[in-house]
């Protein structure tokens, strides 16, 4: 574990360099989140976009583009 006073075990497990935990239904929110060092969690609820029960592919691949935009860690 790091030095650093918020490095947590959570972090070590996933990846991440601060404790911290973003949840939007928005990709670029998500990936900001991400490129920051925390955990991005996208959500979507109902309404069509492909990509399972909830929908959403659309949207997921919007995510992953903008995250790759910025550049991930």
Do not use: N
């Not at 972090?11 to 360099?17: I, P, S």
């Not at 929110?29 to 490129?35: E, K, T």
């Amino acid at each position: 574990m790091s030095a650093l006073p918020w490095r947590t075990p959570v972090c070590d497990r996933l990846g991440m360099d601060v404790p911290i935990f973003g949840f939007s239904h928005s990709p670029e929110v998500v990936a900001a989140i991400a490129r920051a060092g925390g955990y991005g969690v996208f959500g979507v609820a109902g309404g069509g976009g492909g990509g399972g029960p909830g929908g959403g592919g659309e949207r997921e691949e919007e995510g992953r583009a903008a995250r790759d935009e910025g550049g991930q860690k």
